[in-house]
């Protein structure tokens, strides 16, 4: 991803060189969080045994860090923040997100969707191997619509929140 210390250190990432600098809203923080209880990647330790953390990777709008592994970070001259990932056990782990968690805002969830107008809330989204998406998703025009659970292509989810919500003139 865009905030993995290997994607800064091979110049992949639009971040390179901007540790620090605002590149989104004041309002957004973003954490990676391998600890969280329950969270799907949760563990004690990252896949090269390094005990996983809370990682502030945005806050107010500014970078705060990247995701190191032992090998990136020494790279980098940083410490590992304990965000190696194994693809299988005959790979070398490299970088990643385990729970990226969106800081919450100041407003209601009702507010927000009132100021979304229409549109489409991922509850939970689940990617198995990149391309089956099964999630519980809200659908609205300003009020709550219907409420579905999809297990299909993610290719198609457009065509399917048409089928719940159907087209709507402008």
């Given at each position: 991803?865009?905030?993995?210390?290997?994607?800064?250190?091979?110049?992949?990432?639009p971040f390179?060189?901007?540790?620090?600098?605002?590149?989104?809203?004041e309002?957004?923080?973003?954490?990676n969080?391998?600890?969280?209880?329950?969270?799907?990647?949760?563990?004690p330790?990252?896949?090269?045994?390094?005990?996983?953390r809370?990682?502030p990777l945005?806050?107010?709008?500014s970078?705060?860090?990247?995701?190191?592994?032992?090998?990136?970070a020494?790279?980098?001259?940083?410490?590992?923040?304990g965000?190696?990932?194994?693809?299988?056990?005959r790979g070398?782990?490299?970088?990643?997100?385990?729970?990226?968690?969106?800081?919450?805002?100041?407003?209601?969830?009702?507010?927000?969707?009132e100021?979304?107008?229409?549109?489409?809330?991922v509850?939970?989204?689940d990617?198995d191997?990149?391309?089956?998406?099964?999630?519980?998703?809200?659908?609205?025009?300003?009020?709550?619509?219907?409420?579905?659970?999809?297990?299909?292509e993610?290719?198609?989810?457009?065509?399917?929140?048409?089928?719940h919500?159907?087209?709507?003139?402008?």
């Open positions: 991803g865009a905030l993995s210390g290997e994607a800064v250190l091979r110049g992949r990432s390179v060189g901007k540790e620090g600098e605002t590149v989104a809203s309002l957004l923080t973003l954490t969080d391998g600890l969280i209880e329950g969270g799907p990647s949760s563990a330790f990252d896949g090269e045994g390094v005990a996983q809370v990682t945005i806050a107010g709008g970078i705060q860090n990247f995701l190191y592994g032992s090998r990136t020494r790279e980098a001259g940083k410490a590992s923040t965000s190696a990932r194994r693809g299988s056990y070398a782990p490299g970088p990643g997100a385990s729970n990226v968690v969106v800081g919450a805002g100041t407003g209601s969830l009702e507010e927000l969707f100021q979304a107008g229409d549109g489409l809330q509850q939970r989204a990617l191997h990149g391309a089956d998406f099964r999630g519980r998703v809200h659908l609205w025009h300003g009020d709550l619509v219907d409420r579905v659970l999809l297990r299909r993610a290719q198609p989810l457009a065509r399917e929140v048409e089928q919500v159907g087209p709507r003139d402008r």
